[in-house]
């Protein structure tokens, strides 16, 4: 057995009503001044304001701030974070999809880390403390609940890129299937279609080790059988739990892993295309296993009980099962429906190179030469 670590600093608590919670972790810490950074698609849902209300009865004072957009820019921290600022904030809560978690981080670094925000832009970059963060997802996919990163876009330079580290990794997250009843179809789609990416790429990334593979798997399988049934009937809590409870573990397996280049190759696609992410890295996943597949790596196929013992047949059998899935989920296999032309190939390539390390952990050479292939064809290619 290889050697491996695990790390997962967040208490997790899961299952349908688990929001109730929130406030006992409130007082147990003491923390009676917080913050409130909130989807703002949720703005129509009374358990919002039920939750709302209920860290009021516990708290002398709570700022509650609305995220509203979709890919956050460092320009929109700087607007948010003028209503935290002066209020001995104790903690700040995120609820909402991936987007929401992360202005959440944002803000709790930003109260007492004064300079603009575009400063802390890399690894811990912060020098003054970081206020605990609470996530609350109400989509299941992302991961933001447990990592360590929080993204956002640099208007200026074109860039997707995190203020990240340790201290804005959430010390709790409590994962309610029932608030993600209300996320529309394309949002749960794209939030599972990442979580999905989150798992073959951490399976199959060079310092991967068994437990990664472990939740890898678990993760993956939940979501790839549950999320095509779930996107015809949306209120189903069932689905909605499974899909929830496998991106989790998607999101473990993430953290005790690697990326990947469907990752990557997402990134300039939300900044200049507006792609939600996840979307984003399922547009590539295909094409990623494809090429790894051709390149001798089969291993993908103990993400799925194909029932074939030939290590090359099972891989290409997998391929098929993921083709196969992604029609049902109508995930484009055409970049050109997302806006994207042959002529961006240029940009996609160097952005892309920029994340090099992601690209590093894939289990065979992905590189400018191949990434540029692969935009081509999809940019080239008719799809029904």
């Known amino acids: ?105 944002a803000m709790a670094v930003l109260v007492h880390n004064l300079e603009p925000a575009i400063q802390y832009r890399g690894f811990n970059k912060m020098t003054e403390p970081v206020l605990p963060v609470i996530a ?21 330079e074109k860039k997707k890129l995190g203020i990240n580290g340790e201290a804005v990794r959430p010390l709790y997250a409590f994962l309610d299937p029932q608030f993600t009843l209300s996320c529309p179809k394309a949002a749960t789609i794209s939030a599972g279609v990442d979580s999905m990416v989150h798992a073959v790429e951490a399976f199959a990334a060079k310092k991967t080790n068994q437990l990664a593979r472990f939740f890898a798997t678990e ?63 399922g547009v590539f996943l295909p094409s990623v296993v ?21 290590g090359v047949k099972a891989a290409e059998s997998f391929l098929q099962e993921i083709n196969a899935t992604w029609k049902k989920l109508g995930i484009p296999g055409n970049l050109g429906m997302l806006g994207v032309k042959t002529t961006d190939a240029d940009l996609i390539v160097k952005e892309t190179m920029e994340l090099k390390g992601a690209l590093d952990q894939n289990p065979v050479p992905f590189y400018e030469k191949e990434i540029a292939d692969t935009i081509n064809r999809l940019t080239a290619e008719t799809h029904d």
């Open 1 to 105: 057995m290889d050697h491996f670590s695990f790390f997962c600093p967040t208490y997790i608590t899961f299952g349908s009503g688990v929001r109730k919670d929130i406030t006992q972790a409130l007082k147990e810490n003491a923390w009676k001044r917080v913050g409130l950074v909130i989807d703002h698609n949720l703005r129509i849902q009374e358990s919002i304001f039920e939750l709302i209300d209920s860290v009021k009865d516990v708290s002398d004072n709570v700022v509650t701030g609305w995220c509203a957009v979709s890919e956050p820019t460092y320009d929109h921290l700087e607007a948010m974070r003028k209503q935290y600022m002066d209020q001995d904030m104790h903690a700040i809560i995120g609820i909402g999809g991936g987007s929401a978690i992360d202005m959440a981080k």
């Open 136 to 156: 609350v997802p109400t989509t299941a996919g992302t991961g933001s609940e447990v990592t360590p990163n929080a993204s956002f876009i640099d208007s200026t």
């Open 219 to 281: 993760g993956f399988r939940r979501v790839f059988y549950a999320l095509p049934k779930l996107i015809t009937d949306l209120g189903n809590i069932e689905l909605r739990q499974e899909v929830m409870y496998g991106a989790f573990l998607s999101g473990v397996a993430l953290m005790h892993s690697g990326t990947g280049p469907a990752a990557a190759l997402s990134y300039p696609l939300s900044v200049h295309f507006k792609v939600p992410h996840g979307l984003g890295g």
């Open 290 to 310: 494809e090429h790894n597949v051709r390149h001798g790596y089969t291993e993908y196929a103990s993400l799925l009980d194909l029932g074939i013992s030939d």
